[in-house]
């Protein structure tokens, strides 16, 4: 087995794909909803030993194969999903929270002959205590199953660029709808990837690359994993039998392997704090089929597709992957979030336990009282978030001279801080969107104010935060520089 380099050899362009996506992808797999109920434990009830988990907030999020459809649309590329959705007010949910991520829905299905699989997950701090499933799993009803079928053939005149199957074992994904989806894409001369679950592996003929963990590659062999060099040996007769090209097995520490014509490859992982291990084969099959649609050559698909799992398993939750996170990953400035990003990204923290703090301002020429505020901000809290005023917004509240700097600009130097986590551009004239977007747990502004004189005071109030008030650095602002500049350059 080849041993190969985590690092990318191809990093400009994986991070010009990143900066820039292109492409369309057809998602067709089970559908889910994710609940998740956050508290504290502070005793054992007295009814039974049972902990008492006291409720502080709760939050839904796509889960399942809409996980994937997520993934892709914050990688960049438009997204055609497929699967079930019951007519239930879980089903609602789930659609609403893909329409605002502008996945494309039309092609869903909504059906009275199964309700919505949903996963509600109770959480004491960081630890799950409890996981209540509400699912039905058995195969799809004929005239359900005729349905899918049909938006899956017509999902194909939109001309995807590929196709992923995501099984998560709930009926989607039968003999007939795999059969068609793949033999549909090789007609359109597509690459298919699969998000394989359970032992069958038949119906999955045909594709370009299976991806399955390392239990569910044994399962699927009837191989232990130990000896690995027996397990790969099993996997590439599966895969030759079944004319699949690619078996991409993760193994969660040890990296990924890729079994193929041209044998095994080893692509190491880089070590990291393991947080939740759900959600980690989406971003990596997501991230893998972005790479491939964006040019990255297999080796270096497989790479960023390796980041992308260890940011997921530092995550708590099902959580999308970002192209911002895997820009950091590799080295490469975040210039700015997208306000959806961003928001995913508190949450992620705020799951692992970390508190955050928000400022925000112009910072059109950056001087050493910004750094300065910056930092007394970053102090207060875990992670520190700054929102940036967009060029309009700086227009109206400074004049039509400013800004000096574009706001990609502004971004960009605020995002090289190394205690600045994220930086988020807004156009309004106030930061209130962002704040109750991001629920900061410390609002931080640098100046002479009283708290309730505070854009956002009262609501990060509301949720238990608070408001900190850091001093200005005297002598320090941007329009003084501006005006020193000036009178210098008239002198001259």
Known sequence: MRTHSPELTQRAAAAHALRQPAGRVLVVGDLMLDR?????????SPEAPVPVVRLDRN?????????????????GLEVLLIGTVG??????????LLDEANIETGYLVRTTAR??????????????????????????????????????EAAFAAKPDAVLLSDYAKGVLSSRV??????????????????????????YRGATAVTPNERELTAATNHPAKPLGRLLSAA????????????????????????????????????????????????????????????????????????????AVGQVGTTPIDAAQLLDELGEPVQSWTLGSASQQAESWRRRGE?????????????????????????QADRLIVGVNSDASVRRLKGSERPVNQEADRASVLAALRFVDAVVVFGEDTPLRLIETLRPDVLVKGGDYQPHEIVGHGEVESWGGRTVIVPYLAGRSTTRTLATWRARSAAV
């Open 36 to 44: 998740y109920v956050w508290g504290l434990v502070e005793r054992v």
């Open 59 to 75: 939050a839904d999020a796509a889960g399942g194969a809409s996980n994937v459809a997520l993934s892709l649309r914050r990688l």
């Open 87 to 96: 007519h239930d007010l879980t089903g609602d949910r789930l659609v609403r």
């Open 115 to 152: 309700r919505t699989t949903s996963k509600t997950r109770v959480l004491g701090g960081v630890q799950q205590m409890l996981r209540i499933d509400s699912e039905q799993t058995g195969p799809l009803a004929e005239t359900v199953e005729a349905q899918v079928v049909a938006q899956i």
């Open 178 to 203: 795999c059969a068609l989806a793949i033999g549909c894409a090789h007609e359109a001369g597509i690459p298919v990837y699969v998000d394989p679950k359970g032992s069958d592996y038949t119906r």
């Open 236 to 311: 590439d007769h599966l895969r030759r039998q079944l004319g699949i090209e690619q078996v991409i097995a993760t193994r969660g520490a040890d990296g990924i392997v890729r079994i193929s014509d041209t044998g095994a490859d080893h692509f190491p992982a880089r070590l990291r704090a393991v947080y939740d291990v759900s959600g980690a084969g989406d971003a990596v099959i997501a991230t893998l089929v972005a790479a491939r649609v964006a040019g990255l050559d297999a080796d270096d698909a497989v790479r960023l597709a390796n980041l992308a799992g260890g940011v």
């Open 355 to 379: 508190r955050i703090a928000f400022t925000n301002g112009c910072f059109d020429v950056l001087h050493a009282g910004h750094v300065q505020c910056l930092r007394d901000a970053a102090s």
